[in-house]
């Protein structure tokens, strides 16, 4: 199983970043980025939060939590979970462009009255 420290230079390497650009995005110096890799340290919840981020994934996939190192928001959202669009019945799609046309007609509400007050 791959420790914290190995999950953090996989992804690394997979970018294509270099240990010092890696370290600015995410706050740290060059030294504790490499002390978390090579697992000499483990990284406080803010500096994990920051990798995580700057790496485009999960504290749970940093964790080891899960295997997956797409972030959550790229999961949760994934249509396919659904059966995907060769999927959907004729009544499905109808129910969806619906409540799509209220949401936007509720944002543009919502915007209009922003400027409304401003």
Known sequence: MRTLGDRIKYLREMKNIIQKDLAAMSGLTVVQLSRYETNDRKPDPESLRR???ALDTSGDYLLGRTNDPAP???RETNMSFYGGP???SK???EEM???LLRYREMKKRAVDQAE???
Do not use: T, V, W
Request: aromatic letters at 6%.
């Open 86 to 88: 060769d999927k959907y």
């Open 51 to 53: 990798l995580a981020d």
């Open 72 to 74: 959550l928001n790229q």
């Open 97 to 99: 462009e619906a409540a």
């Open 91 to 93: 009544d499905e799609i």
């Open 116 to 118: 409304k007050n401003s």
